[in-house]
């Protein structure tokens, strides 16, 4: 079965753990470079179709004839990353997802939580699974991984590393990070973001040399009281043989999203065997809970209780545990592929 993914593939290679064991042939491209032969169009990530950027009115309207085209010879399947933008805070891109949900003939869920809110947004007649997102196990392994600690000279030798990955989208995201880092009652805590304050728009008359200036000044305002020799921030996407060596030094894994409905870092963890601080939001609640780990609930702020369940050696035990590893088992990609897999059967069989 050829499976059209309507836009490039993303930098995030958890499609490829699927696309690895999967019996489909996935094609990825131009929306408009669709044939009829594509038995599945599945749409992973709506802004990726106009590239990130937001389309005009006439180019929906474009898309929406094509949309149709593809009905005509194809199921349409959307994969719910989010549903809607968490890279656009003014929602620009809702006309695009809300045409999506129009015409979706399938629909997969990473969790119930997602199934049971937004299942009613779509027609009648579109078919929902929940299939989990997959660990990401083609990082483990022999993976060839660089020196974190050499490319950023840093040392961190006895240090109890807090490491955040992926970018950092909203201010407050990163007051969520710090707050959690302060709480730590460590000595020899060293907190790691690569891909911070990414949401920080500097203001287009600033000459280039000033960039960096204005970065350390956002670095002050956030971080204080903190040291510099506490942290390490870095503005652009980690090449993932150095986050691989990054995340098997980590001590813990913040994931500090607030209002998203995923998160792939949360597999990034479990895939490692990391302890993690998962907040109370979306899809990851369920998971956290299936594993038995602490929630950190954003309304009740129980930060130090988190905290201290996280740093308990008898919770960190559990990683070694048979428990652990039956539950880490369900999302082996080889499994997610092939629910994928029936979840496509399904849909083309049943037209």
């Given at each position: 079965m050829e499976v059209f993914v309507p836009h490039l593939k993303d930098r995030n290679i958890y499609l490829d753990e699927i696309i690895f064991f999967s019996d489909c042939n996935f094609i990825f491209g131009d929306f408009k470079k669709y044939k009829s032969s594509y038995e599945i169009v599945n749409i992973q990530f709506p802004e990726a179709i106009f590239n990130w950027v937001i389309p005009t009115a006439e180019e929906l309207r474009d898309f929406e004839k094509k949309i149709l085209e593809w009905k005509q010879h194809s199921k349409i399947v959307f994969t719910l990353n989010d549903i809607e933008s968490h890279y656009d805070e003014e929602n620009q891109f809702i006309d695009l997802f809300r045409l999506i949900q129009k015409h979706a003939d399938g629909v997969i869920h990473l969790g119930n939580y997602s199934l049971e809110k937004y299942a009613p947004l779509f027609s009648d007649n579109c078919q929902h699974t929940v299939i989990y997102h997959p660990l990401y196990e083609s990082l483990t392994g022999d993976y060839q991984k660089a020196d974190f600690k050499e490319r950023f000279q840093l040392n961190l030798e006895d240090k109890y590393i807090v490491s955040v990955i992926g970018a950092?989208?909203?201010?407050?995201?990163?007051?969520?990070?710090?707050?959690?880092?302060?709480?730590?009652?460590?000595?020899?805590?060293?907190l790691i973001v690569p891909n911070m304050f990414q949401f920080i728009n500097r203001p287009s008359y600033f000459p280039y040399r000033f960039r960096k200036i204005y970065k350390k000044i956002a670095e002050k305002i956030y971080c204080f009281p903190l040291r510099k020799n506490q942290y390490f921030f870095g503005y652009k996407f980690l090449d993932y043989d150095y986050m691989v060596d990054l995340v098997k030094d980590s001590s813990l894994i913040v994931i500090p999203r607030i209002r998203n409905l995923?998160?792939?870092?949360?597999?990034?963890?479990?895939?490692?065997?990391?302890?993690?601080?998962?907040?109370?939001?979306?899809?990851?609640?369920?998971?956290?809970?299936?594993?038995?780990f602490p929630l950190l609930d954003l309304e009740k702020k129980n930060y130090d209780e988190v905290i201290k369940s996280v740093l308990d050696s008898k919770?960190?035990?559990?990683?070694?545990?048979?428990?652990y590893t039956e539950k880490k088992n369900l999302y082996q990609p080889e499994k997610i592929a092939n629910q994928y897999d029936l979840f496509f059967n399904q849909l083309t069989t049943n037209q």
């Open positions: 950092i989208r909203s201010d407050e995201e990163a007051k969520l990070i710090l707050k959690i880092f302060r709480k730590i009652p460590l000595k020899n805590k060293f995923n998160s792939g870092n949360l597999y990034l963890g479990l895939t490692f065997d990391k302890p993690m601080i998962i907040p109370k939001v979306g899809n990851l609640t369920e998971v956290a809970r299936f594993f038995d919770k960190t035990a559990f990683f070694t545990t048979k428990e």
